[in-house]
């Protein structure tokens, strides 16, 4: 499962009064992997007009983006057919 379990685990922890379903833990960490596309997307635009920038390792930024998001995706998948065997009376 790797760095998406694990964070989802923390953001589970970290939630006061209940934790949230696996899913919607997942789902969390989705938008922040998404967020994260967009601010490499950004800063690789900007780097073409800001020295700075450059130096920045954005490509292999995104593509690591990319795979967390892959990642989640599938685990996103499987959450959602575990939920529904449950909900099915699939136990």
Do not use: Y
């Not at 499962?1 to 379903?21: F, L, N």
């Not at 989705?30 to 954005?58: M, S």
């Amino acid at each position: 499962m790797g760095i998406a379990a694990g964070v989802a685990a923390k953001v589970k922890d970290a939630v006061p009064g209940g934790a949230p379903s696996d899913l919607e833990g997942l789902e969390a960490l989705a938008v922040g992997v998404w967020g994260k596309r967009l601010l490499w997307g950004t800063l690789h635009t900007i780097a073409a007009f800001h020295d700075g920038f450059r130096a920045l390792p954005l490509d292999d930024l995104s593509e690591k983006a990319e795979d967390q998001e892959r990642e989640l995706v599938r685990l996103r998948q499987r959450a959602i057919a575990t939920s529904m065997m449950r909900g099915s009376g699939g136990d």
